[in-house]
């Protein structure tokens, strides 16, 4: 199992990114996604921002980044997304994805600076 985050970097306040995640190993297109984040100070609580359903790509999101960030995913590619608008100093974090229950190895994640 494997899991491969991309995309993240050094954006102003209300820029966008997008962030990528490439999965191997598991059947990919049979599981409920996530993305998760740990905030600067927060390395210990992980909290969950978006889900994306295996069956008809059904989403759910974080109040604070709905309407913001826009889960998605390519069943054809193994990989999940996750596109960031009008990006918040707040938004700062590493991201990372996993399943829904948080069952598969974590990847490294990519840290997302938004600068005020």
């Known amino acids: 199992v494997h899991l491969m985050e991309s995309g993240g970097g050094l954006v102003q306040s209300e820029g966008s990114l997008r962030l990528s995640c490439a999965a191997s190993g598991f059947s990919f297109s049979n599981r409920d996604m996530s993305w998760y984040r740990e905030a600067p100070g927060k390395e210990r609580e992980r909290e969950w921002i978006?889900?994306?359903?295996?069956?008809?790509?059904?989403?759910d999101y974080k109040k604070s980044v709905s309407g913001r960030f826009t889960i998605s995913r390519d069943n054809a590619l193994n990989t999940m997304y996750l596109q960031m608008s009008r990006l918040h100093p707040e938004d700062t974090a590493v991201y990372y994805c996993?399943?829904?229950?948080?069952?598969?190895?974590w990847g490294q994640g990519p840290q997302v600076v938004v600068s005020s």
């Open positions: 996993n399943d829904v229950l948080m069952r598969l190895t």
């Open positions: 978006a889900s994306i359903n295996q069956f008809d790509d059904r989403t």
